[in-house]
């Protein structure tokens, strides 16, 4: 029997900014005896996984996070083989291969008494508010009176939250009587099935909105102590981006820089009062900055929330521009997938780390309407400028959507301070917004074109371009 017996749940209709990778990527040929066990959706396989023989079983069905099929099959998988690890990268599997470590009696990983520390944020923050770790205000809602008692003590603006949501999906900011009128009446209640039932039970929360500058700490933790870390700053939030239509980013902490230190001690801080497995932990951390001029001298941060996850949207990708110099061989997803499955990984994550390197990216959303152009190149030097609408045709977009790309370009830069590197990107945002060409969905192409033609002699006459 294989020394190592690895069921992997993913979910491959989740768009991503990123390439995916096969599995078996992640293996050498000196791990020994692996076998691989792959519950996945339709076509997401790739066809080297499929011809490998490191891979002895799959499964692909439309959607696995929303088909209860997988523990089933899971489960007489594991009579024939007997699994040692459960592995999942997707957020909304979390807590199902975790419940399922527990039933099969893996001692590997997150376990169901475990996992709630990591995915539901009620619990999350209740066990750092006993621990001393600084939170916002909170409460779970089990009726609109509880969100009305919420304001009435803490005041505008709070944010209202699924206590087990991904990114900002399900997220609303509520910054007036006017809005929490249009929430109360139109949207509470639309997040359940009203025909089934008519009460919340306790899946949305409120916090006070935080107005300090967010980051992230991006690492992994082994018996619970951090032997990787990557700290970021954000530039602008996925909320803004989301909700305002705003560019959102990133910018690495290095570790010349103090902060480097804070938050990675802010980070130590969490793990030691949070409960965690024997083994491996990847995680998500994101902080606020601690505006409180009473805080103690040690409370720097306030807890947003942790995700026992590697990061999402582009910040995986930067790790691997930062640390492994976008090696094919080496990555963020195979150190990821190495280490959760007790596979040798290097002892810390400053093997191939730069202490001055900054690097910086500016994801820029688009904007609703037909994207007539868009540039195929940035003229603008020391700036990766990557194309994610498509360049040959005009395409339409309409609004934020969780579960799918809603980016029109990236931005990449190195510099040597964090200052420098969002000068750039900021450049490289008002280059694109001058250079392509968004017009109203219902509007003539003519009329799109003659406003483009004045837009252009303007510029040339005021000397803009």
Not at 376 to 396: G, S
Not at 409 to 432: A, Q
Request: glycine residues 4%; hydrophobic residues 40%; contains cysteine.
């Amino acid at each position: 029997m294989a020394e190592r017996r690895i069921l992997i749940l993913d979910d491959g209709q989740i768009t991503s900014i990123i390439a995916e990778h096969s599995w078996t990527d992640f293996l050498d040929d000196s791990d020994g005896n692996v076998e691989l066990y792959i519950f996945t959706s339709t076509d997401a396989l790739s066809e080297k996984d499929k011809c490998s023989s490191f891979v002895k079983a799959y499964k692909e069905v439309p959607h696995p996070t929303s088909d209860g099929a997988l523990e089933l099959w899971a489960f007489h998988m594991h009579r024939q083989y007997t699994f040692t690890h459960i592995y999942t990268k997707n957020e909304d599997l979390i807590i199902r291969a975790a419940h399922l470590r527990t039933l099969l009696n893996i001692k590997t990983g997150l376990s169901a008494d475990q996992v709630q520390a990591y995915r539901e944020k009620v619990h999350m923050k209740e066990l750092a508010t006993v621990g001393g770790f600084p939170v916002p205000p909170f409460t779970r809602l089990l009726a609109p009176i509880d969100l009305i008692c919420f304001i009435e003590k803490y005041g505008y603006p709070v944010i209202v939250k699924p206590t087990l949501g991904c990114a900002v999906a399900g997220l609303h900011l509520i910054s007036n009587e006017e809005e929490l009128q249009s929430f109360l009446s139109s949207k509470l209640f639309s997040c359940i099935d009203i025909n089934q039932r008519m009460d919340l039970v306790g899946e949305l929360m409120v916090e006070g909105f935080m107005r300090g500058r967010m980051y992230h700490v991006n690492g992994i933790a082994v018996n619970g102590r951090i032997t990787h870390v990557w700290p970021f700053a954000y530039l602008h939030t996925c909320l803004d981006f989301a909700k305002h239509g705003t560019a959102y980013g990133n910018s690495s902490v290095p570790r010349s820089n103090p902060l480097f230190n804070r938050l990675y001690n802010a980070a130590q801080r969490l793990l030691d009062i949070l409960p965690t497995p024997n083994d491996c932990l990847i995680f998500h951390l994101e902080l606020y900055e601690n505006l409180d001029e009473k805080r103690s001298p040690n409370d720097d941060f306030v807890l947003c929330e942790i995700a026992a996850r590697a990061p999402g949207g582009s910040i995986t990708h930067l790790i691997d521009l930062l640390s492994f110099q976008d090696n094919e061989y080496d990555s963020f997803a195979r150190l990821d997938f190495r280490a959760s499955v007790s596979l040798p990984i290097p002892l810390s994550s400053t093997e191939h780390e730069q202490d001055d390197k900054v690097i910086t990216d500016l994801v820029i959303p688009r904007k609703s309407g037909k994207l007539m152009y868009i540039p195929r190149e940035c003229p603008l030097p020391n700036l990766t400028y990557i194309p994610l609408a498509n360049v040959e045709k005009p395409t339409t977009y309409d609004k934020y959507d969780a579960n799918s790309i809603n980016s029109a370009c990236r931005l990449i830069t190195y510099s040597k301070t964090m200052d420098e590197g969002r000068e750039l990107v900021e450049k490289g945002l008002k280059w694109f917004d001058d250079a392509c060409i968004v017009t109203p969905i219902d509007e003539p192409c003519s009329v799109s074109l003659i406003k483009e033609f004045h837009r252009f002699l303007s510029r040339r006459t005021f000397n803009v371009i």
